[in-house]
């Protein structure tokens, strides 16, 4: 990530009331992605699961 440190975006994940999690699963919500995604984001899209950019997970949040 580029925009927020992996902790900052957890914090706010949860201050908003979500969970952050280590690794995704079919009750994953959405994984948020830096420049180089790697193979969560691809298990996520093979689940279905939203898959947000870190700007795009930033204006969620405003």
Known sequence: LQLFTRDEAERL???WGGRAASSVSRN??????????GSKAEKA?????TVL??????????
Do not use: C, I, S, Y
């Open 13 to 15: 994940v949860e201050r």
């Open 28 to 37: 994953t919500t959405f994984v948020v992605v830096g420049q180089n995604a």
């Open 53 to 62: 950019t870190e700007t795009e997970f930033k204006r969620m949040l405003e």
């Open 45 to 49: 899209r093979d689940l279905n699961v």
